[in-house]
């Protein structure tokens, strides 16, 4: 079986500064680990995608995330918060040709 | 090239209706997977379609099914609509299995009176 925990349903950060969100994931085989962005009423658009051929994984407006087994984790960064970041973060986790499966999301708030 | 579309965006049923809703996979995809995303939570995976046939299915009950036709555009069809039912269903389409990426059409907003 596998799932992913999110950290923190609600984050709020400064705009200009660190973006941490953190997720956790569990499996039995090697993961396929997902970073998606919804932005309000929309469909959900992906982030970045780790498929084991490199631990740290940059994906588009500037986000990065480091694939850590020892921890199990797959926390998602950005160096500086813009207000257009604001929106709801989902990992999610694939191992084995399983269906993907969510994590319950984080809602981001940037405070300008 | 075009995104993955959905339609209608909108929908108000009553309890006990049936639905159907659809989505076109983006040119040269052959896999479509369908999500239900109930309020401040996040998708829940329904079933996948590659090349016309079912290729996986989460923990729904069978009022709860789909085709994918020839040309991989895709149905959801839900019947005996519940109150539970109410959420946003997402369709995502890839170039195969779900290690592939998935691009995710806008949803249908279902709401079930």
Redesign the interface.
């Known amino acids: 079986a596998q799932s992913v925990t999110q950290l923190g349903s609600h984050v709020s950060v400064s705009e200009g500064a660190l973006v941490l969100l953190r997720c956790n994931y569990s499996s039995s085989v090697p993961p ?1 680990l ?1 970073w ?1 962005v919804q932005y309000p ?6 982030l970045l ?1 780790y ?1 084991s051929a490199a631990t740290l994984v940059k994906g588009i407006n500037g986000f990065e995330a480091e694939f850590k087994k020892s921890e199990t984790s797959f926390h998602l960064t950005k160096p500086s918060a813009h207000m257009s970041d604001a929106a709801e973060y ?1 990992c ?1 986790v ?1 191992a084995g ?9 984080t809602k981001l708030q940037v405070i300008p | 090239e075009t995104g993955v579309t959905q339609s209608p965006t909108h929908l108000i049923k009553t309890r006990g209706q049936q639905v159907t809703l659809r989505c076109s996979s983006q040119s040269g995809h052959n896999t479509v997977s369908w999500y239900q995303q109930a309020l401040g939570q996040g998708p829940q995976f329904i079933f996948q379609y590659y090349r016309e046939e079912e290729n996986g299915r989460g923990n729904f009950p069978p009022r709860f099914s789909g085709l994918q036709f020839p040309n991989y555009s895709s149905e959801l069809n839900v019947n005996a609509l519940e109150l539970d039912d109410s959420a946003l269903y997402l369709c995502a389409s890839s170039m195969g299995g779900f290690q592939e990426t998935q691009y995710f059409g806008p949803g249908t907003r279902l709401l079930v009176l």
């Not at chain 1, 009423?41 to 992906?46: I, K, R």
């Not at chain 1, 040709?97 to 999301?105: P, S």
């Open positions: 396929y997902f998606y009423n929309q469909g959900l658009q992906l995608k498929t989902f999610a694939t040709y399983q269906k993907v499966t969510f994590g319950t999301g």
